[in-house]
């Protein structure tokens, strides 16, 4: 059975740094791009990155781009989304996502990160 | 960077009814290979979004027949046929045709 779980959300001063982990069971991890996508309190679905299989494509949104960085480990089977200089507009729930080829196949639980002082 | 526009329905919709989500994208979704990269996700409440189809209109696994995805290059249909209570939720179009991928605002379902 395919898992994904999230760790290491909570609360943060805004400026300061979070890293999330996404641990991969039930299938062979290092075949498959990942994924992170956020929702904020009561809105909608927002992509965050992505990484290719062997971390060869890294992707950003706009809105994280130069402060969030997604990495994995193949050997871990883990993913990671590591956050800085956060803001009040980062406070989320944080979702990772396996895709094959072009989609999103499976969803983690999500991680809730709130930002606020 | 591609803006996916999703209609609203006219909610609640009678259950045994069908409903059709409607998605616009601001640019054509259609890749050399011919494919129309286009996804559409299920998220009811207080759980993670659910894939449901891919390529416009391939279902994906586990998903229920009711559920049918069509379209063209830039406009976008989900069709529920005999809508159940467990349809309920919001419904979200993905494009993943280039970065940044986007996602609709969303579209609510009820059902009465």
């Known amino acids: 059975e395919v898992q994904l779980v999230e760790s290491g959300g909570g609360l943060v001063q805004p400026g300061r740094s979070l890293k999330l982990s996404c641990l991969a069971s039930g299938f062979t991890f290092s075949n498959y791009g990942m994924n992170w996508i956020r929702q904020a309190p009561g809105k909608g679905l927002e992509w965050v990155a992505s990484i290719s299989s062997s971390s060869s494509y890294i992707y950003y949104a706009d809105t994280v781009k130069g402060r969030f960085t997604i990495s994995r480990d193949n050997a871990k089977n883990t993913l990671y989304l590591q956050m800085t200089s956060l803001r009040s507009e980062d406070t989320a729930l944080y979702y990772c996502?396996?895709?094959?080829?072009?989609?999103?196949?499976?969803w983690g639980q999500g991680v809730m990160v709130t930002v606020s002082s | 960077d591609i803006v996916m526009t999703q209609g609203v329905l006219p909610n609640p919709v009678p259950s045994g009814e069908s409903a059709s989500i409607t998605c616009r994208s601001s640019k054509s979704l259609v890749y050399k290979d011919g494919k129309t990269y286009l996804n559409w996700f299920l998220q009811r409440p207080g759980q993670s979004p659910q894939l449901l189809t891919y390529?416009?209109?391939t279902r994906a696994s586990g998903v229920s027949d009711r559920f049918s995805g069509s379209g063209s290059g830039t406009y976008f249909t989900l069709k529920i046929s005999r809508v159940r209570a467990e349809d309920a939720g919001v419904y979200y179009c993905q494009q993943v045709r280039e970065y940044p991928l986007t996602f609709g605002s969303g579209t609510k379902l009820e059902i009465k």
């Open positions: 390529w416009m209109s």
């Open positions: 996502a396996r895709q094959w080829r072009s989609h999103f196949d499976y």
